[in-house]
């Protein structure tokens, strides 16, 4: 099964950086599609960053420019490099992976992330 673990939160300042990461029960190339996803209080989870199996990435209008996905396949670890970090990046954050045919979507238990001074 796709047992996701997140790690690497925690409080940080505007303009600081962290990093995340997902650690999976799995081979990471056993899933089509590896993410990261946010959420706020009263919010609907957003993608932040996506990654497929050939190395695609893809990433949300407001942290193309700050964020960078990447993958470790020999640890079955996917990383979220979050840089120059704002309030607005303040949330609850998910790894994600998914299987198809049939679609599965699998979910960490959540991480937080706060930026504030």
């Known amino acids: 099964q796709g047992q996701l673990v997140e790690s690497g939160g925690g409080l940080v300042q505007p303009g600081g950086s962290l990093r995340l990461s997902c650690t999976t029960s799995?081979?990471?190339?056993?899933?089509?599609?590896m993410g990261w996803y946010r959420q706020g209080p009263g919010q609907q989870r957003d993608l932040v960053a996506r990654l497929d199996y050939v190395g695609s990435t893809t990433y949300a209008d407001s942290v193309k420019t700050r964020f960078t996905i990447s993958s470790d396949n020999a640890k079955n670890t996917v990383y979220l490099q979050m840089n120059n970090l704002k309030p607005e990046d303040t949330a609850v954050y998910y790894c994600?992976?998914?299987?198809?045919?049939?679609?599965?979507?699998?979910w960490g238990q959540g991480i937080q992330v706060t930026v504030s001074s």
């Open positions: 799995a081979s990471i190339s056993s899933f089509a599609l």
């Open positions: 994600s992976a998914e299987r198809t045919f049939p679609r599965l979507v699998y």
